[in-house]
C-alpha cells in the first residue's frame, strides 16, 4: 500500500509559538507532497506544494514566511507555523505523491494534523 | 479557474444506493477523483477516473462521468452505516498534481 503518517496528531499551542508538524511516506518514496488546510465543515484547501531538494511552490495568497515548508528528504516534508495566532487553528493535512512504476501518480493523504491556537 | 461544486448533504436507508453528483468547470480536468473523510481523520482514496472513461466499477462503487457536460457521480450500492462519511470530489490537470477540491458531501446512513 501507500502510507502517509503526520505527526503530531493534535497540539494546542500558545499564541507566538511556532509548531513543527511532520509529514512521512512510510513505504514510498515521495518527490513531491502536498499541504492543505481544512477549515471546519469546510473543503481542503491547497496551500503549497513541496518538492523535495528545492523551494516549495505557495499558492497564492499562502503567506511563505508565516507557513514554513522543509522537503528534505524523499520520504519527510515539513510544515512549520511561525508566530501561530488563534485564526491559524485548522485542520492541516498532507499528501505525498506516489509515482512508483505503474501507478497513477495518486496523492496519499495522511491523517491530518489539529492544530488549536490559544 | 477551477471551480467543484458538489451538494452538501445526503441522507440515504441503509440498503439502498446512494448517489452523489458533483459538477467541475475546467475543460483541462484529466483526472477526477472520490475521496471519504471519516470524522477526525484524513482522506481515503476511493477510486477515481481517467476523462477518457465513461463508467467505472469497483466493487461496490460506480463511477460516472459526463464530460460533455462536466458533471460526475459516485454511486455506492446497499449502502452500509460504515459509508457515513464526507465525500468530496477532485480534480487536477495532470496525474499527481495539485487537485481542487468540491465542498464535501456529508452522507448520513440511517438504519
Known amino acids: 500500500g501507500a502510507v502517509v503518517s503526520q505527526h503530531p496528531s493534535r497540539v494546542i499551542c500558545k499564541s507566538g509559538t511556532s509548531v513543527k508538524i511532520e509529514c512521512r511516506s512510510l513505504?514510498?518514496?515521495?518527490?513531491?507532497m502536498f499541504w492543505y488546510r481544512q477549515f471546519p465543515k469546510q473543503s481542503l484547501m491547497l496551500m503549497a506544494t513541496?518538492?523535495?531538494?528545492?523551494?516549495?511552490?505557495?499558492e497564492q495568497g499562502v503567506e511563505k514566511d508565516k507557513f514554513l515548508i522543509n522537503h528534505a528528504s524523499l520520504t519527510l516534508s515539513t510544515l512549520t507555523v511561525t508566530s501561530a495566532h488563534p485564526e491559524d487553528s485548522s485542520f492541516y493535512i498532507c499528501s505525498a505523491r506516489d509515482n512508483r512504476g505503474g501507478r497513477t501518480d495518486t496523492q496519499y493523504f495522511g491523517p491530518g494534523t489539529r492544530l488549536t491556537v490559544l | 479557474g477551477e471551480d467543484v461544486e458538489q451538494s452538501l448533504f445526503l441522507s440515504v436507508r441503509e440498503g439502498d444506493s446512494s448517489v452523489i453528483n458533483c459538477t467541475y468547470t475546467d475543460s483541462s480536468s484529466t483526472y477526477l477523483y472520490w475521496y471519504k473523510q471519516e470524522p477526525g481523520a484524513g482522506l481515503q482514496l476511493l477510486t477515481y477516473i481517467f476523462s477518457n472513461m465513461d463508467m467505472k466499477q469497483d466493487q461496490r462503487l460506480t463511477v460516472l462521468l459526463n464530460k460533455k457536460d462536466k458533471h460526475l457521480s459516485l454511486r455506492i450500492a446497499d449502502t452500509q452505516t460504515g459509508d457515513s462519511a464526507i465525500y468530496f470530489c477532485?480534480?487536477?490537470?495532470?496525474?499527481?498534481?495539485?487537485?481542487?477540491f468540491g465542498g464535501g458531501t456529508r452522507v448520513l446512513v440511517k438504519p
Open positions: 513541496s518538492n523535495e531538494g528545492s523551494k516549495a511552490t505557495y
Open positions: 513505504d514510498f518514496q515521495a518527490t513531491t
Open positions: 477532485a480534480e487536477s490537470v495532470s496525474a499527481g498534481n495539485k487537485l481542487t
